[in-house]
């Protein structure tokens, strides 16, 4: 599957560098009238309706940036993380998708704070909200020019919880940071030839800040709202793939 | 559900409890050389050094020499502290130079921990079986009734560190009490680094002025090392809890101090309320229920007065073939200055040990006894009885 999809998105971003830098192309959506009309290109160039139910799911790499809290970063606590992401949502129209997201990520603690082999962390990221995906092929030349790729971008916001584990012999504590997602972007571009099949790859950056934080410690559980709470990201490069009902 | 998760289901606003793991209710055997608590701190189960275990301290300073590096300097952070069986995970620390001093165990000295270390647990200071215990534990065997006083930790705020000119934050967590000395009513900081009861000089000289005896003394502190004066006080009362005959001492980097402290907490400080009250009770301070219980000892066989002595003070050697000990300071008027003891006499032996493989706290303690009995010192030229002095007699 990789080796299949990795030709596709240098095309992508070849496509993206023709987008920008055809002066009128997105002034004159019109065709031009020396050239003969593009013909029309079926929606999703397969069997599936423009409308309807569609489910997914996706997996990567996720880079941290920022800060858990204020002077303590990120990257001082994750190398990265490695999400196992559902979508499932409704096709209103051939541009436009609306649905919920849910993301489980293993996160690997950094040694930075899990001195081993004193200690054994573990990671796990839940990451759920809405989300809408804006499919835009369709804007220039009624999609002619794409054939079967599929470029989108899409918009979310939802609910983030992050938990770490320590554990040291027999004895196990962990904590709990959570807090809202403002929002995050994506970008992806979608191979649509294999209805109702769709496989692609997409980037995505989330922005969140933890402004919760519960510990689990042998004498019971706490919950404190920190001092100084600092926003923080996720950048994600990864493959997925869709079933449109 | 989402907003409750948002808003913190009435979690507490404020510093954030440090994560940890291992028992609740740890006991760390620990030296009170000193009559401070030292115990053994890890860090990243790679380095070990021992610390003084402070209530007077906001924060960890530690020297990062005393652990090769593995606490860094000026403001930052170790990820995991041990304190026997307990790991903390993630603790502020200050490392900054340190004196390249001893602990009384012959390792390098690693520093002092603080509120921000052990200020969310009830911790216990046992002076009699030599034990911090870092969270609940029952109340040992031989205690009075106690006293309990509340408390709300005071001060806090930001800082300046003298190495890096880092600003730092550091947590309320000065834990203030009130004490009568001698009739005077006073407040006090309470203070488990201090060996002795701390007064400003200007009050130190005025119960002094009657003639008692005083005494310089060598004292460290967190800048550095200062010489004190120091006398004994007739009675520190707290809530009808009275100690006589404790040590107070007085410096002039005291009384900075004691002003720092008082600016930070807006309200004046009169002293440090340290072992030589404290030690006379299993001292228990609940922090998260902001409550200080001093439970006397029935049996108070531990508290030795270090003021009536043999008058000689000594210092350790340590080289390849172990530690030797030399006599560093004789009091002028004592047995041992009529004896002709004098400094840089070696001191091989009390009352026929030999002190070789002692630590310096132990053979300090075989110097003390009661005023008028004698010990039989074997220095390297001969050998004498010498008889105990008291250092600070009352008038």
Redesign the interface.
Known sequence: MANFFMPRILFFALEWSILFSASGAWADPMPDAAEPPAAPVESSIGSAPQRGFSVGARTGWAIPFGSLVKGDSMQANFDGMVPLWFDAGYRLSEQFYAGGYFQWGFALVSEEVCPRPLLRCKSTDLRFGLEVHWHFKSLVNRGSWAGAFDPWVGLGAGYESTIIQLSAGEAKSHQTDEGFEFGHLQLGGDYAGLAPWRIGAFTSLAIAEYTNRTTGTPAGSASSSPMHPAMHFWLTFGVRVQYDL | M?FC?????????????L??????GVHLPASTAANVFWVDLGI???ETAPVVVDTGAPIALLHPEAFHGAVPKGSGRV??M?LG?T?L??VPTVGITGDDSFAPNGQRFGGIIGHTVFGQ?QTSFDYRNREVIV?PAPLSDGLDAAISLPFSPRGGGVGLLPETNEVIEFPASRVVVGATVEGRPLTFLLDTGASWVALRSSLFQAIASDGRGQITDEASLASGHTTTQVTRLRSVEVQGLEVTSAVAAAAADVDDLLSGVSSEIAEPIDGLLGAAFLREFFVKVDYPEGRLELHRYIDESHVVDEYRRVGITIRGLIDSSGITYAVQRVFEGTDAARQQITVNDDLLAIDGQTLASLDIATVDRMLLGAVGSTHRLTLSTRTIDVLVDELLPLP
Do not use: E, H, Q, Y
Request: proline share 6%.
């Open positions: 989402l998760l948002g808003a913190g289901c009435g979690g507490s606003a404020g510093p954030v409890p994560l940890w793991l291992g028992k609740n990243d189960g790679r990820a995991a041990s069986g790991i995970w993630k647990f969270g």
